[in-house]
């Protein structure tokens, strides 16, 4: 921890890391599914995103954990308190304003608080090691080299520290974006950087930035250098959705040596993930095939799929779709992407 000796037992309270979720977004890309659920409680190998995130921060020292929440928000809060147990505080952003507004809603829990803040997007699924930096005397920010730098904000370097950042640039500088990963060694430098950009209506493309208070903080002295993010994982649309999960599933497989496994007369090809009392009968299941508790898969053959919570498949051939809960999925061979309590028959 970056603090003196002298204010150890003092601040002991204050020094515990605190980490910041924003999971309030809609998730329009994602629709018909975001109509019913939040986006981060859609199904990815196995889990919803937001518990992959959960998961990672298992492996360090978490003083709590606030989520904004937003869009049917109440499920999250139920999923991750049975699930996990940390300690969690909930913001309501009730008007989605941007993720600078998001991290601004959490001022009156951590804007006087003296210790480490971390900012995760509640879509950044990632492969990364905090380690390196919890506790380091410099902010981080997350960042990976991408194709199309437009996207996404993107940071400018000098040696290893950044010097500048600007949100979704027609012309970006680099090739290096913001990935949805952020440090702080104190998080009130940021807070008092936010108020100002909040006070004076400071917004780029109608949103209220993250980006415009870290560039103002950078103005104001604070130092920060990248921290490269080896495995990130876009979760915002169909087709990024079902390319993390296979990648997710070649991942965390337990088969070995992807050979296929015999289940109660159907055949497993691994990698999948298959839930706790779903049903395979008569049917070939996978790879990359994620089935979620409670759902039936009946003489159908699905690969490189989703299939959420009690669901029924039957007489099918997926490939390549997304089935949300409850829902009832009969027929032929198609490309699907079926929202909450639909029912479809196709002969």
């Known amino acids: 921890m970056p603090f003196g000796a002298c204010n150890l037992a003092r601040n002991k309270e204050n020094m515990g890391l605190r980490v910041i979720i924003p999971v309030a977004g809609v998730g329009t890309r994602l629709r018909p599914h975001t109509h019913t659920a939040p986006k981060v409680m859609l199904q990815v190998a196995g889990k919803p995103m937001i518990g992959h995130i959960l998961d990672e921060l298992r492996k360090y020292d978490v003083e709590e954990i606030t989520l904004v929440v937003g869009h049917l928000g109440d499920a999250i809060r139920d999923y991750v308190t049975r699930a996990y147990d940390f300690k969690f505080q909930f913001v309501t952003q009730e008007e989605l304003k941007g993720l600078g507004h998001a991290i601004w809603m959490t001022g009156d829990l951590y804007r006087k608080v003296q210790s480490p803040l971390l900012v995760i997007l509640g879509d950044t699924i990632f492969d990364a090691d905090f380690k390196a930096i919890i506790g380091s005397d410099s902010n981080y920010i997350g960042v990976k080299e991408v194709e199309d730098g437009r996207r996404f904000g993107i940071v400018e370097l000098e040696g290893d520290q950044i010097v500048s950042m600007v949100e979704k640039p027609e012309h970006p500088p680099t090739n290096l974006a913001i990935v949805g990963i952020y440090y702080f060694t104190d998080g009130r430098m940021l807070y008092k950087c936010l108020d100002e950009v909040v006070e004076k209506g400071v917004t780029t493309k109608g949103e209220i930035q993250l980006t415009d208070a870290l560039a103002l903080m950078l103005k104001q002295g604070a130092r920060m250098k990248p921290f490269v993010i080896e495995g990130w994982y876009d979760c915002g649309k169909p087709e990024t959705l079902l390319s993390t999960n296979q990648i997710l599933l070649s991942k965390n497989t337990t088969a070995t040596n992807g050979q296929p496994e015999e289940r109660n ?52 051939l997926l490939d390549a779709s997304i089935i949300a809960d409850h829902a009832k999925v009969q027929g032929t061979y198609r490309q699907l992407n079926v929202g909450d309590s639909s029912e479809i028959r196709l002969g």
Do not use: F, Q, W
Not at 266 to 287: Q, T
């Open 265 to 316: 007369g159907s055949l497993i090809m691994h990698p999948v993930s298959i839930g706790k009392d779903a049903v395979l009968e008569n049917s070939i299941v996978g790879p990359y095939v994620t089935v979620a508790e409670g759902s039936t898969i009946r003489n159908s053959v699905i690969k490189n799929s989703i299939v959420s919570s009690h669901c029924l498949v039957e007489n099918m």
